[in-house]
């Protein structure tokens, strides 16, 4: 299995912040990456595919970057509602593995 | 607007079944992959199982940690995805999510997610 390593595990902001969350993989997985946003009690939401395509609806100051096995999701300036657990998730190879999880607070 | 709604969730024993049902709405469901994903509590998330479309002979994968204990399936015609979980662990007890996928080839991402069901495993 590939596996994602995300650091760092917890990161505390303030709003206005650039902030970046990086993901690793075990194995070149290309471009095959996507991030995820969730928030206490809630489901995930798609934030980032394909590395770098951000999803509609998603906010403009949400990048992703990244090929083969080091990837990044930048929050260019840290909003009050960006308080979440950010996730990234490789879908190269079967299973599609999960990061451990990045907890921001602002 | 599109979504997606789990049920059959519940407390079960250790070594018992559970089926979890996911009625789909509002999107083509029959033109989708889709999957299972859980999270236990206060943990990361877990991918599961998915199922492939007509198109793809209706083909499936599963987590090594599920394999032979888990099925999934789906009717197309009632837009419905099923999980269907047998001899049930401990380390089983979960939120388990149903999940749309878009794209293709190896740029696959999970668009849209159900509320989730709550799957407790416990004597």
């Known amino acids: 299995d590939i596996q994602m390593t995300q650091s760092p595990s917890t990161l505390s902001a303030s709003v206005g912040d650039r902030v970046t969350i990086t993901c690793r993989a075990s194995?070149?997985?290309?471009?095959?990456l996507a991030w995820y946003q969730q928030k206490p009690g809630r489901a995930p939401d798609l934030l980032i595919y394909r590395s770098s395509s951000v999803q509609i609806g998603v906010p403009s100051r949400f990048s992703g970057s990244g090929s083969e096995t080091e990837f990044t999701l930048t929050i260019s300036s840290l909003e009050p509602e960006d308080s979440a657990t950010y996730y990234c998730q490789q879908q190269r190879s079967y299973p599609p593995t999960f990061g451990g999880g990045t907890k921001v607070e602002v | 607007e599109a979504q997606l709604v789990e049920s059959g969730g519940g407390l079960v024993q250790p070594g018992g079944s559970l089926r979890l049902s996911c009625a789909a709405s509002i999107f083509t469901f029959s033109d989708h992959f889709m999957d299972w994903v859980r999270q236990a509590p206060g943990k990361g998330l877990e991918w599961v199982a998915r199922?492939?479309?007509?198109?793809?002979?209706?083909?499936?994968e599963y987590a090594a940690s599920v394999k032979g204990r888990f099925t999934i399936s789906r009717d197309d015609s009632k837009n419905s995805l099923y999980l269907q979980m047998n001899s049930l662990q401990i380390e089983d007890t979960a939120l388990y999510y149903c999940?749309?996928?878009?794209?293709?080839?190896?740029?696959?991402?999970?668009?849209?997610w159900g509320q989730g069901t709550m799957v407790t495993v416990s004597s």
């Open positions: 199922s492939r479309n007509k198109v793809n002979s209706y083909t499936r």
């Open positions: 194995q070149s997985i290309s471009t095959s």
């Open positions: 999940v749309r996928v878009q794209g293709g080839g190896d740029s696959f991402a999970l668009d849209l």
